[in-house]
């Protein structure tokens, strides 16, 4: 059988300015201006102030169709990366990956939510930017209001709603997505207890209904009991890969003698 | 090839959902010059919809006057215009009431100017959307621009009524105003489109754009005719794209005959501004994620 999702060696390279904080990445237009008068000067020092970073690094996997994935790894290894990489959100420095299905990221709930419109508005917004269309909303819209247990304020601006209900419609939203690949990260599960365990329920049936699903999450317990493969990330690189059960428990381990260290 | 290691790929249910020869979508590292993917643009028409409905919805809400805004602006400028302008400076316009000769290019230049600023902060607005999903990014400067063409249709009610009040015919010539409409939006989004990539990267577009857009007010015929510019000079300003639109604007109101030769070199101006932002656009797009 063919893989729906092909990565071939995967790498992406970040440059990071030392003692500059990663959020102030822009340059001004002075910067740039000043780097040009001194570019005769500085051709033998490529690179001079910067370091580069390589958040992927020669990464590859297939993942074939109806499976779900386990991503794990610890902060920084390069899961979200990847993430944004699949989701052509980041180009990758080098490496090719082949999608054969329609691709939807959930990497944040209420993307794009405007504090201002209704939560009618809203869900359409929401669901437009997500890539639904404008006749899947219509056809999904009474299951999403209702899934989200929000019936009664769906006219009301969303700036207006709590917390909760506010989270409770942006996942609604998203649980009601239906590409071909999935790609969830964390643990998308919000609000209250009760609705928490709906959230895992709607997991749960996504996880069965035979779409490729990628999984990124700390929970071990979440990934052993959805995914029947992972690969665990450590420095941009995969160190391993195989059953779920077999990859969290390196990980397990490999944890643990960081922590005796 | 990939680390998938047969023996441990385990497919759970059969899938429903049969793989297509060719992949959707190939990742990979871009050349520097890429031109635009119409096919993808097109595929995401319906956000394009919906991003200008927001910015729609959006822009009067919680304000008691709403759309009347989009009138109010145009029109108190063009008292103003016409008080000091018209009455103190005694401007000449080309025979036309002053009211309606100052509104007719006002409007114009709102609607444009309007558009070049929405359009240049567009991206750095939603940088929300640029870290958290894929689309082609140009739906939203696009969108921006676009959302501008109904303040415009509210603000030309008014500019209908003028005309009226002052006793012009409608004649063909109005049909012009058309076209006119659509390269003036074409117009907004080349340079819309160029300032909202180079803002992702510099951010003193911010500061230098109003500055920008104040200048290319002074170098435009709305509080003046072109005719006032001394005949052997006429060249310079016409090196602006909006003079021809805006002298054809007005001409094809007023009933005379259009100025062809820089109406032609404005469209032409436009095509090129428009493709070379564009290509820009779509080279500077790769990193937007980062340096948003």
Same mark, same amino acid.
């Given at each position: 059988?063919?893989?729906?999702?092909?990565?071939?060696?995967?790498?992406?390279?970040?440059?990071?300015?030392?003692?500059?904080?990663?959020?102030?990445?822009?340059?001004?237009?002075?910067?740039?201006?000043?780097?040009?008068?001194?570019?005769?000067?500085?051709?033998?020092?490529?690179?001079?102030? *910067?370091?580069?970073?390589?958040?992927?690094?020669?990464?590859?996997?297939?993942?074939?169709?109806?499976?779900?994935?386990?991503?794990?790894?610890?902060?920084?290894?390069?899961?979200?990366?990847?993430?944004?990489?699949?989701?052509?959100?980041?180009?990758?420095?080098?490496? *090719?990956?082949?999608?054969?299905?329609?691709?939807?990221?959930?990497?944040? /709930?209420?993307?794009?939510?405007?504090?201002?419109?209704?939560?009618?508005?809203?869900?359409?917004?929401?669901?437009?930017?997500?890539?639904?269309?404008?006749?899947?909303?219509?056809?999904?819209?009474?299951?999403?209001?209702?899934?989200?247990?929000?019936?009664?304020?769906?006219?009301?601006? /969303?700036?207006?709603?709590?917390?909760?209900?506010?989270?409770?419609?942006?996942?609604?939203?998203?649980?009601?997505?239906?590409?071909?690949?999935?790609?969830?990260?964390?643990?998308?599960?919000?609000?209250?207890?009760?609705?928490?365990?709906?959230?895992?329920?709607?997991?749960?049936?996504?996880?069965?209904?035979?779409?490729?699903?990628?999984?990124?999450?700390?929970?071990?317990?979440?990934?052993?009991?959805?995914?029947?493969?992972?690969?665990?990330?450590?420095?941009?690189?995969?160190?391993?890969?195989?059953?779920?059960?077999? /990859?969290?428990?390196?990980?397990?381990?490999? /944890?643990?003698?960081?922590?005796?260290? | 090839?990939?680390?998938?290691?047969?023996?441990? @790929?385990?497919?759970? @249910?059969?899938?429903?959902?049969?793989?297509?020869?060719?992949?959707?979508?190939?990742?990979?590292?871009?050349?520097?010059?890429?031109?635009?993917?119409?096919?993808?643009?097109?595929?995401?028409?319906?956000?394009?919809?919906?991003?200008?409905?927001?910015?729609?919805?959006?822009?009067?809400?919680?304000?008691?006057?709403?759309?009347?805004?989009?009138?109010?602006?145009?029109?108190?400028?063009?008292?103003?215009?016409?008080?000091?302008?018209?009455?103190?400076?005694?401007?000449? @316009?080309?025979?036309?009431?002053?009211?309606?000769?100052?509104?007719?290019?006002?409007?114009?230049?709102?609607?444009?100017?309007?558009?070049?600023?929405?359009?240049?902060?567009?991206?750095?607005?939603?940088?929300?959307?640029?870290?958290?999903?894929?689309?082609?990014?140009? $739906?939203?400067?696009?969108?921006?621009?676009?959302?501008?063409?109904?303040?415009?249709?509210?603000?030309?009610?008014?500019? $209908?009524?003028?005309?009226?009040?002052?006793? &012009?015919?409608?004649?063909?010539?109005?049909?012009?105003?058309?076209?006119?409409?659509?390269?003036? @939006?074409?117009?907004?989004?080349?340079?819309?489109?160029?300032?909202?990539?180079?803002?992702?990267?510099?951010?003193?577009?911010?500061?230098?754009?109003?500055?920008?857009?104040?200048?290319?007010?002074?170098?435009?015929?709305?509080?003046?005719?072109?005719?006032?510019?001394?005949?052997?000079?006429?060249?310079?300003?016409?090196?602006?794209?909006?003079?021809? $639109?805006?002298?054809?604007?007005?001409?094809?109101?007023?009933?005379?005959?259009?100025?062809?030769?820089?109406?032609?070199?404005?469209?032409?101006?436009?095509?090129?501004?428009?493709?070379?932002?564009?290509?820009?656009?779509?080279?500077?797009?790769?990193? &937007?994620?980062?340096? $948003?």
């Amino acid at each position: 059988m063919k893989p729906i999702i092909n990565v071939e060696s995967i790498s992406k390279k970040f440059r990071i300015t030392p003692g500059e904080s990663p959020s102030v990445r822009y340059e001004t237009l002075r910067e740039s201006l000043v780097k040009l008068a001194r570019a005769p000067f500085v051709w033998n020092r490529p690179n001079g102030s *910067r370091e580069t970073i390589w958040a992927l690094k020669d990464v590859s996997f297939e993942v074939m169709p109806g499976e779900v994935l386990g991503i794990i790894g610890r902060n920084g290894a390069g899961k979200s990366t990847l993430l944004k990489v699949l989701s052509r959100i980041i180009e990758p420095t080098s490496g *090719r990956v082949e999608l054969y299905g329609r691709i939807a990221s959930l990497i944040e /709930v209420g993307t794009g939510f405007h504090p201002d419109l209704s939560g009618r508005e809203n869900v359409y917004l929401n669901g437009a930017i997500l890539g639904m269309k404008h006749r899947e909303i219509d056809q999904r819209f009474d299951e999403i209001v209702a899934f989200a247990e929000v019936e009664r304020f769906i006219d009301t601006a /969303v700036k207006h709603y709590s917390s909760g209900m506010y989270l409770r419609l942006a996942f609604a939203v998203a649980a009601h997505l239906d590409p071909e690949i999935l790609i969830v990260d964390e643990v998308l599960a919000v609000g209250d207890a009760s609705f928490q365990k709906k959230c895992f329920g709607k997991m749960d049936d996504v996880t069965q209904s035979g779409r490729t699903v990628l999984l990124v999450s700390h929970s071990l317990g979440m990934i052993t009991k959805h995914c029947q493969r992972a690969i665990l990330l450590d420095g941009g690189r995969i160190v391993r890969t195989g059953l779920a059960e077999e /990859v969290v428990a390196h990980y397990d381990a490999m /944890v643990n003698a960081q922590a005796e260290l | 090839m990939g680390l998938a290691d047969s023996s441990t @790929t385990v497919c759970a @249910t059969e899938p429903l959902y049969h793989l297509p020869v060719k992949p959707l979508v190939t990742i990979e590292a871009r050349r520097s010059w890429v031109p635009l993917n119409l096919r993808d643009l097109w595929a995401h028409r319906e956000l394009l919809y919906f991003l200008m409905w927001r910015d729609i919805k959006v822009r009067y809400k919680q304000t008691t006057l709403g759309a009347a805004w989009a009138i109010i602006q145009p029109l108190v400028t063009m008292i103003i215009f016409t008080f000091f302008f018209g009455k103190l400076a005694r401007v000449p @316009t080309e025979g036309v009431p002053s009211p309606i000769f100052f509104y007719s290019a006002v409007l114009l230049w709102t609607f444009f100017s309007n558009g070049v600023t929405s359009g240049a902060n567009s991206l750095i607005g939603n940088s929300n959307l640029i870290t958290k999903v894929y689309f082609p990014r140009l $739906i939203i400067p696009s969108a921006a621009v676009a959302a501008g063409l109904l303040d415009f249709a509210i603000a030309s009610v008014l500019l $209908i009524g003028l005309l009226a009040y002052y006793g &012009f015919s409608v004649t063909w010539s109005y049909l012009m105003l058309v076209p006119l409409i659509f390269l003036t @939006t074409l117009l907004a989004l080349g340079v819309g489109i160029w300032f909202s990539a180079l803002n992702v990267k510099y951010r003193d577009v911010r500061y230098a754009l109003p500055f920008l857009v104040q200048i290319w007010f002074f170098v435009s015929p709305i509080i003046y005719p072109s005719s006032l510019v001394p005949e052997e000079w006429r060249w310079l300003p016409a090196l602006n794209p909006l003079v021809g $639109i805006i002298e054809s604007f007005r001409a094809s109101l007023f009933g005379r005959p259009l100025p062809w030769l820089s109406l032609a070199y404005s469209t032409g101006f436009t095509l090129v501004m428009l493709v070379y932002s564009s290509f820009m656009f779509r080279r500077m797009e790769r990193s &937007f994620a980062e340096l $948003i």
